[in-house]
T-cell receptor, first 111, second 113 residues
Framework: NAGVTQTPKFQVLKTGQSMTLQCAQDMNHNSMYWYRQDPGMGLRLIYY???????DKGEVPNGYNVSRLNKREFSLRLESAAPSQTSVYFC??????????FGPGTRLTVL | QKEVEQDPGPLSVPEGAIVSLNCTYS??????FMWYRQYSRKGPELLMY????GNKEDGRFTAQVDKSSKYISLFIRDSQPSDSATYLC?????????????FGAGTRLFVKA
């Protein structure tokens, strides 16, 4: 039982490049989330998926797209990376309760 | 004004001290209150969860909620160096279509041996 896994752990991009962050959970949870964490800003919700086949914008969705591929997997795509997207990205999932289970994070630097 | 306010610290205490971490909030719709602990370069993990005013105790940790003042606290007794981490408060409210969870910015805690 791995919980929530994320790949890659680290990534450096140049401005304008694209990439996809991968997330998978093995807890059979319906809801999945993508957050970014910046110093002094806490966790800010980018996108979430309440169930397979649905996605909704969070607080800071601009510059990102998501895909809920199946119940296990929820990916985050940066189509044209900008330095303002330098951050640590966390994926999380939630079952029937309020607890969210977080992955280990992806540290992204955009030059 | 942010919906959830949390002092970022850092807070530095000697081993064995009692630690008090706090958050205030403005949205009276919040019903569920949580504390997450985040070690350096790791994801947050749930530490305490409560949904009513009053105290909830779990070992050395006590979560306190005062809905009338919109104020929540986390107390750590007999603090240990292993408690050194960032502590994030979080609050949830249900709405048509799902839940909304807001996280505080986190307080960095250092416990010195």
């Amino acid at each position: 039982n791995a919980g929530v896994t994320q790949t890659p752990k680290f990534q450096v991009l140049k401005t304008g490049q694209s990439m996809t962050l991968q997330c998978a959970q093995d807890m059979n949870h319906n809801s999945m989330y993508w957050y970014r964490q910046d110093p002094g800003m806490g966790l800010r919700l980018i996108y979430y998926s309440a169930s397979e086949g649905t996605t909704d914008k969070g607080e800071v969705p601009n510059g990102y797209n998501v895909s809920r591929l199946n119940k296990r997997e929820f990916s985050l795509r940066l189509e044209s990376a900008a330095p303002s997207q330098t951050s640590v990205y966390f994926c999380a999932s939630r079952g029937r309760g309020d607890e969210q289970f977080f992955g280990p994070g992806t540290r992204l630097t955009v030059l | 004004q942010k919906e959830v306010e949390q002092d970022p610290g850092p807070l530095s205490v000697p081993e064995g001290a009692i630690v008090s971490l706090n958050c205030t909030y403005s949205n009276s719709a919040f019903q569920y209150f949580m504390w997450y602990r985040q070690y350096s370069r790791k994801g947050p993990e749930l530490l305490m969860y409560t949904y009513s005013s009053g105290n909830k105790e779990d070992g050395r940790f006590t979560a306190q909620v005062d809905k009338s003042s919109k104020y929540i606290s986390l107390f750590i007794r007999d603090s240990q160096p292993s408690d050194s981490a960032t502590y994030l408060c979080a609050m949830s409210a249900g709405y048509t279509g799902g839940f909304k969870t807001i996280f505080g910015a986190g307080t960095r805690l250092f416990v010195k041996a």
